[in-house]
Every structure is written in structure tokens, then in C-alpha cells.
């Protein structure tokens, strides 16, 4: 057999989709991007939500909109994406990273606390893999910290503590507490990617909680602004009798979502579900199978959370890095591919290149050594996933 990772999951109803968009005229951002990003809200359980083209570009307009200069510290995991970490250089804001726990792929939450300082504005925790971060102790923390934080603007005041803002580019579907992901941090950003469980191809969705004092169209408008040149009327608008005059109100971004790529999304919407359902499906039989042989995993389901299953992550207990490389090689030679998630940031050039030292984040380095991550995606048949359990299974046993 021949598993391919992570391919997206495109039906005739996609394609039927985009042919619509292409046959209507509306290429760019028009109605189907403001009927998904009503679906996107009405999903997550809040009042508005903005589709862009990437999580990132969502993470960066919100720290714009948020107000963060290079005089602000941002706090991220060292075990994550560079997209995480990336938007805090973006605005120039100083990057803060805490290692994960010994045995969690979450930031260490004491050490959370005792990096927030006079100048933290926002924690940015990491939804990884689908499953939510224990958002109780996160926001018990910034709670905590609240007579350090030094609010500039308007927006920074109305909300009085440390910006809890979620890296939720793998959780679209997860919950938490019986409370949608999007619905619980203060800014949730999601990727909609081609490897995500829901798909525009490239794109994301940011959604926010209703802060007291602030009208969440002005939020919204603040968004259109930012990611659209500062253009006061977006293409859609421009379109009615006699409007064709807009202002330019600042010289910002261009990151907007098509209508070609929406019309993915709003398929995908209507299968969505289904989707995570299958996911939830794999997982178990993964889980039935690696479990008992001692290979870690990730829990996905509990009675506090239930995953959207982006990722299986597995770890071998006591392989070192060559190892764990063997290994893969070897489900390659199978005919599986699999994948790592993920290198710590201190380990990459452009970290490593602004001070930061693998050797401060002993925890993210001993997450990574043994970590492999399976195939797990909704193009899987019942035969291909029992031959990857077969084949992990045999390949595994030699290194326990």
C-alpha cells in the first residue's frame, strides 16, 4: 500500500463549489466569503468571525488590532510551529517562549506564570493536535497577574489582563467543557490549510469572545481594515449604485480570503461533522492497538475535552534520534508516510539566531527525541488503517 500522510479530503461538492464562484464572477472576497465567515461564527458559537488567508495572518492582524509594539512581551511554547512565534517578531513585540511540561505537550503552566511580567500583553497557548490546553489554569493565571498589566489602548483596557490568545490552527471542531474552541480564549485563531481537518486550500478564520464595552462590528471593521490596505470599502461594497469612492485610513495589509477558497469552505462545512466523527474513529482503533504496547499518545477524548483529532502523535518511550529516524524510514519502506510534530523552535536557525538555546527547553527536547507522528486523515479505508496499526505494531516492537 501506498498512505500518504495528510491529503485533503475534496469531494464533487468542493469542485462544485469553486465552479460556482468562478462561473459568478465573485473571485475575490464577496458572498461566499461572508456566508462562511457567518458559518465559521454560528460553528464556534460566537457573534462574528473573520476568514483571511492564514491562521498567521489572522494571529497578526489580531496583534495589531490588539495594539502590540515592540515595547510588549509575548509569551509562546518553545514546542510548536514557527507560525506561532513568528507574528510576535512580525510586530516587533519581544518573543518569550516557556518549555512544555515533562510529560505534556502543553506549556508548563508555572513557568507561564513566572515569565508574565509588567510588559506581557498576551500568552499565545497552542491547541496541538487538536486537543484544548487546560484553559481553567491559563486564565486562573492571567487573573492572577492582573495588577501588572499596563492596558494602552482602548481595547487593551476593556479586557484588563494578559490577551489570551489561542494558536488554535489544529482544534476547529475541538471542545472544551462543553464550549466550542473559538468560543473560550479571548482571540482564537484556526488555519484552514490544505493538511487541516476542514480545508479552503490556504486560508484561516479568527473568532473572539464578546468583551464588555466593545462593539464587536467595530472589531470586525477593524479586521476588513487591516487586511485590505486600509481600504474603507472592500471590492463587494464598492459594487453598489454610486459607490465607487473609498479612503484609505492606514497603510496596512493585504491577507484577505477568496471567494474561490470560501466556496472549498462552505462544502467542507456541510460534511464537517462527518468528518470529525471519522477521525474520532480512527483514533480509537489507533489507540486500542499502540496502548497496550506502551507507545504514548496523545489523549484526544476526555469528560473536559473533546479533540478535532487533527493529529496522532505518538512517542516511543527511550528510542534516541536515530531511532525514531529508523523507524519512520522503515513505515516509509512500507508504504506509510509519517511525519514529526514538531522540531522546538530553539533548534531552528532563525531562533536559535535571536539567542534562544535548546538547552533552557529540556522538556520540549525530550517531547521531540521520540516523537512520530501516523497518518491520520478521512481518506483512510478501515484495510489501510488496520495496515498501518500492522505495521507500526511490527516495526515498533523491535525497539521496546
Same mark, same amino acid.
Given at each position: 500500500?501506498?498512505? #500518504? ?13 469553486? @465552479? &460556482? ?19 465559521? @461564527?454560528?460553528?464556534?458559537? %460566537? ?22 509594539? =515592540? ?5 509562546? #511554547? ?11 517578531? /512580525?510586530?516587533? @513585540?519581544?518573543?518569550?517562549? %516557556? ?47 492582573? &495588577?501588572?498589566?499596563? #492596558? ?9 489582563? %494578559? ?31 490544505? *493538511? ?24 470586525? /471593521? ?6 485590505l490596505h486600509g481600504q474603507s470599502k472592500d471590492a463587494l461594497a464598492k459594487t453598489q449604485l454610486g459607490a465607487w469612492e473609498y479612503d484609505i485610513v492606514g497603510a496596512w495589509f493585504k491577507c484577505n480570503m477568496t471567494d474561490v477558497t470560501a466556496g472549498i469552505g462552505l462544502a467542507q462545512m456541510k460534511r464537517y461533522r462527518g468528518l470529525l466523527a471519522r477521525r474520532k474513529e480512527i483514533i480509537e482503533k489507533y489507540d486500542a492497538a499502540f496502548k497496550p504496547l506502551g507507545i504514548e499518545v496523545l489523549n484526544h477524548y476526555t469528560e473536559e475535552h473533546q479533540s478535532s483529532g487533527h493529529l496522532y502523535i ?31 523552535? #530553539? ?36 484495510? =489501510? %488503517? &488496520?495496515? *498501518? ?12
Amino acid at each position: 500500500m501506498k498512505i #500518504p500522510f495528510s491529503p485533503p479530503d475534496i469531494t464533487e461538492e468542493e469542485v462544485e463549489q469553486v @465552479a &460556482e464562484a468562478l462561473r459568478s464572477g465573485w473571485i475575490t472576497t464577496g458572498p461566499k466569503t461572508k456566508e462562511l465567515e457567518r458559518e465559521v @461564527a454560528e460553528f464556534c458559537g %460566537v457573534n462574528r468571525a473573520v476568514c483571511l488567508n492564514s491562521q498567521t495572518a489572522c494571529a497578526e492582524m489580531t496583534l495589531r488590532l490588539l495594539g502590540i509594539s =515592540e515595547d510588549d512581551e509575548i509569551i509562546v #511554547p518553545a514546542y510548536t510551529y514557527t507560525a506561532t512565534a513568528s507574528v510576535v517578531c /512580525h510586530v516587533g @513585540a519581544k518573543l518569550v517562549m %516557556v518549555d512544555v511540561q515533562k510529560d505534556s505537550l502543553e506549556m508548563d503552566y508555572n513557568k507561564l506564570a513566572n515569565a508574565i511580567t509588567e510588559k506581557t500583553k498576551v500568552v499565545i497557548p497552542v491547541d496541538l493536535g487538536g486537543v484544548p490546553c487546560d484553559y481553567n489554569r491559563i486564565f486562573s493565571i492571567v487573573e492572577s497577574k492582573k &495588577e501588572l498589566f499596563h #492596558p494602552v489602548n482602548k481595547l487593551q483596557k476593556a479586557i484588563g489582563r %494578559v490577551i489570551v490568545m489561542t494558536d488554535a490552527a489544529h482544534a476547529f471542531g475541538a471542545e472544551w467543557n462543553g464550549k466550542a474552541v473559538g468560543s473560550i480564549a479571548d482571540f482564537s485563531n484556526f488555519s484552514f490549510h490544505a *493538511v487541516k481537518n476542514f480545508t479552503t486550500a490556504e486560508g484561516g478564520a479568527v473568532t473572539w469572545k464578546d468583551i464588555e464595552g466593545i462593539d464587536n462590528e467595530e472589531i470586525y /471593521h477593524q479586521y476588513q481594515l487591516l487586511s485590505l490596505h486600509g481600504q474603507s470599502k472592500d471590492a463587494l461594497a464598492k459594487t453598489q449604485l454610486g459607490a465607487w469612492e473609498y479612503d484609505i485610513v492606514g497603510a496596512w495589509f493585504k491577507c484577505n480570503m477568496t471567494d474561490v477558497t470560501a466556496g472549498i469552505g462552505l462544502a467542507q462545512m456541510k460534511r464537517y461533522r462527518g468528518l470529525l466523527a471519522r477521525r474520532k474513529e480512527i483514533i480509537e482503533k489507533y489507540d486500542a492497538a499502540f496502548k497496550p504496547l506502551g507507545i504514548e499518545v496523545l489523549n484526544h477524548y476526555t469528560e473536559e475535552h473533546q479533540s478535532s483529532g487533527h493529529l496522532y502523535i505518538t512517542r516511543i518511550p527511550g528510542i534516541t534520534l536515530e531511532q525514531r529516524h529508523e523507524i519512520i524510514v522503515k513505515m516509509a519502506e512500507a508504504g506509510v508516510a509519517c511525519n514529526v510534530h514538531y522540531k522546538p523552535l #530553539p533548534m531552528m536557525t532563525a531562533y536559535r539566531n535571536m539567542g534562544f538555546d535548546i538547552k533552557d527547553y529540556p522538556n520540549a527536547y525530550n517531547r521531540f527525541e521520540n516523537e512520530i507522528t501516523l497518518p491520520l486523515h478521512t481518506k483512510l479505508t478501515d484495510e =489501510e %488503517v &488496520e495496515y *498501518v496499526i500492522e505495521k507500526y505494531c511490527e516495526i515498533v516492537k523491535e525497539y521496546l
